[in-house]
């Protein structure tokens, strides 16, 4: 029967064949655990996703939020699936069970995520946006601030949300002017206006607890001078019960091109002078402190845009098989031959597999960070951790902008799969199309991701991260040179590697000479281009498992999944890298037209 949302074989090809998720077992917090419990919680995960929260998804596209008397409501239909989320703790589940996780290693939350996600990513996200604010309070809270706040927050019955952006400050986050004011009672006395809060209000939690950042009375302008307080819609007091509402107030609901039942929410805070808020760690700390949220944010942004797309390309391809249109092109003078399924037509098959390509490469690169994480926190040595970490943060940039760019692309070209039917509301792509485009914006637009990764990542540890990450491809080309087969291909992947290397060398060097502004002007493309390499690697590296387990006598049942693996790896490597390289030749090239050309030259004036 035809999937949705995640294929199944190929999710378990990543997490036990090319990422050997099972060895994490070893460690000693996943003791209680085995294979066969993970595969339980997974195959649960996707029963709860395809009954309760796809049916709803659609739905919650077409009814939309209200905002009547300042409280936002969701659609009626997200209610009982949003208790079946909390109930089933699908909302925290790599954290500490004392504080309401499961104590699951990273790669397995992942596939779980990819339906509970996928199954609606605005309902879902109710309930788990609060892990990102426990997250900060686990890690920089009082004793008290844990007692109060944690469990209700991983578990989902809190909700949680991030309060960064103002009118004037977008990308820009230093120049915000929300206040701090402290009180005696060590409280904070908080004013200021924030826009664009996602699920900033909502009627599914009995409360909400935003962490806004806050510049408290006297500290420096900029980034260096913001703090970040924990300010519940309704005050907790003491002993944990709820108490006075505490002056936060939802002032309007943005109307979006998607995620229409996902509140999107301007918030006043202290119009009454009465809104209280707790600091969170020390003053000044309000950016450093919320950078933990926003990388995990980050990475599930990224997560956004590759879901979208797996979702997309099942939906395309299970339609191809479907629509019956127009002859086999090899039979097309031949009146009396039978119209075929559209998956017949060559450019059909192009597109499905440009698209299977990027699913899954993407799939590969971001289960392959999730073991990093895994491996961050349970590997002992100090260098080994140092070096998780390092690729962890040069990678962080990278799934977020190139799996929602992506994410995006993929779900544009399921509607040209479609044809008309892809365009109109009857059919789903054009639904993920538009919720998935926000990806690219929000957390950092993909042009400040694209900055970060070349002013601040590439030369991390005077560039010996990015130089690990180079070395590592070039291992995963060597393994593939086992296989005849694959030799070829293997050899176009070192080229592509040694000349991103170059590319990297020349575009970072620029970057810290006279011609930056050039350099920047090529940051994005030069992120792209990091992600595609990325790709060919992960897909080389899949179609090295494959071929093995094909010389291997592989089942029958098996034998097209890992022939279809190797087809996507040469697909990838020989029709999409070698564009890679006339991008990478343009980063060389260096144009300096988009830095020189005039304002006025750019017309419509
Ligand atoms: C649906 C939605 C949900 C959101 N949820 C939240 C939320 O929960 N919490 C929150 O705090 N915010 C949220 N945001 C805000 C979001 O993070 C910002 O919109 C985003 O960071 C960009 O800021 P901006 O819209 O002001 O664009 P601007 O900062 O004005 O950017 C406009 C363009 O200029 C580019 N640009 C800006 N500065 C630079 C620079 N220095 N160098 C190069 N290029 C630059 C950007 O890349 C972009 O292309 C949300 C936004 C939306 C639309």
Redesign the pocket.
């Known amino acids: 029967m035809a999937q949705v949302l995640a294929d199944r074989r190929d999710m378990e090809f990543v997490l036990y064949e090319q990422m050997k998720t099972e060895e994490v077992l070893a460690f000693e917090k996943f003791a209680g655990f085995n294979r066969k419990m993970f595969d339980m919680i997974i195959a649960e995960a996707r029963t709860f996703a395809v009954k309760e929260l796809l049916p709803t998804y659609a739905e919650g596209d077409r009814i939309g939020l209200t905002f009547e008397n300042g409280e936002v409501k969701v659609p009626e239909c997200f209610h009982r699936p949003h208790e079946l989320i909390i109930e089933g703790e699908w909302t925290s589940l790599t954290e500490n069970p004392d504080w309401g996780g499961q104590g699951l290693p990273v790669n397995i939350s992942m596939a779980v995520a990819e339906y509970i996600v996928g199954g609606n990513y605005c309902l879902s996200n109710y309930a788990r946006m609060g892990h990102g604010t426990g997250k900060m309070v686990e890690l920089f809270g009082t004793q008290a601030q844990k007692d109060l706040f944690l469990k209700k927050l991983y578990t989902g019955v809190w909700g949680g949300?991030?309060?960064?952006?103002e009118?004037q400050?977008?990308?820009?986050?230093g120049a915000l002017t929300t206040s701090a004011v402290k009180n005696p009672d060590g409280t904070y006395t908080i004013k200021g206006d924030?826009?664009?809060?996602?699920?900033?209000d909502h009627d599914l939690s009995e409360n909400i607890i935003h962490p806004v950042?806050a510049r408290i009375e006297g500290s420096p302008a900029g980034t260096k001078g913001i703090s970040i307080f924990l300010v519940p819609k309704i005050w907790v007091n003491e002993d944990g019960s709820l108490g006075e509402p505490n002056d936060v107030a939802c002032t309007g609901i943005?109307e979006?091109m998607g995620?229409h039942a996902?509140s999107?929410c301007s918030m006043s805070l202290g119009s009454k002078g009465k809104c209280r808020g707790l600091l969170l760690g020390a003053p000044n700390e309000g950016m450093h402190i919320m950078f933990v949220m926003m990388n995990e944010a980050r990475l599930g942004v990224g997560f956004q845009g590759f879901n979208s797309a797996s979702a997309a390309y099942l939906y395309a391809v299970n339609y191809a098989r479907e629509r019956i249109q127009g002859r086999d092109i090899e039979k097309f003078a031949d009146k009396e031959a039978p119209s075929v399924p559209i998956i017949h037509h060559p450019d059909v098959r192009r597109m499905l597999l440009w698209m299977k390509a990027h699913v899954e490469g993407m799939r590969s690169f971001i289960y392959y960070v999730g073991s990093c994480f895994d491996k961050l926190e349970h590997i002992p040595e100090e260098d080994v951790k140092a070096h998780y970490q390092g690729l962890l943060d040069l990678l962080t940039p990278i799934v977020k902008a190139y799996c929602a760019q992506r994410g995006f692309d993929v779900c544009i070209q399921a509607i040209q799969v479609y044809g008309g039917y892809g365009y109109i509301k009857d059919y789903p792509v054009e639904q993920l199309a538009r919720d998935c485009k926000?990806a690219s914006?929000?957390?950092?637009?993909?042009?400040?991701q694209a900055?970060d990764l070349l002013a601040r990542k590439l030369g991390m540890q005077k560039g010996r991260v990015f130089m690990s990450l180079l070395e590592k491809m070039q291992q995963a080309a060597a393994r593939a040179k086992a296989f005849e087969s694959l030799v070829p291909l293997a050899v176009r992947l070192e080229k592509a590697v040694s000349r991103l290397g170059e590319t990297a060398m020349h575009i970072g060097q620029n970057a810290m000479s006279p011609e930056l502004k050039t350099a920047?002007a090529h940051a994005f493309p030069f992120l792209e281009v990091m992600g595609d390499v990325i790709m060919a690697w992960m897909l080389l590296w899949r179609a090295s498992v494959s071929q093995e387990k094909l010389d291997n006598g592989a089942k029958k049942k098996d034998m097209h999944f890992y022939e279809g693996q190797i087809k996507t790896a040469e697909f990838f490597i020989r029709t999409v890298l070698p564009v890679t390289f006339g991008k990478m030749d343009s980063i060389m090239d260096a144009s300096k037209s988009a830095v020189e050309i005039s304002e006025t030259g750019f017309g419509g004036l």
């Open positions: 949300t991030m309060l960064l952006t009118p400050a977008g990308s820009d986050v924030k826009i664009f809060i996602t699920n900033g950042l943005e979006k995620i996902m999107t926000i914006i929000y957390e950092g637009t993909d042009g400040i900055m920047f």
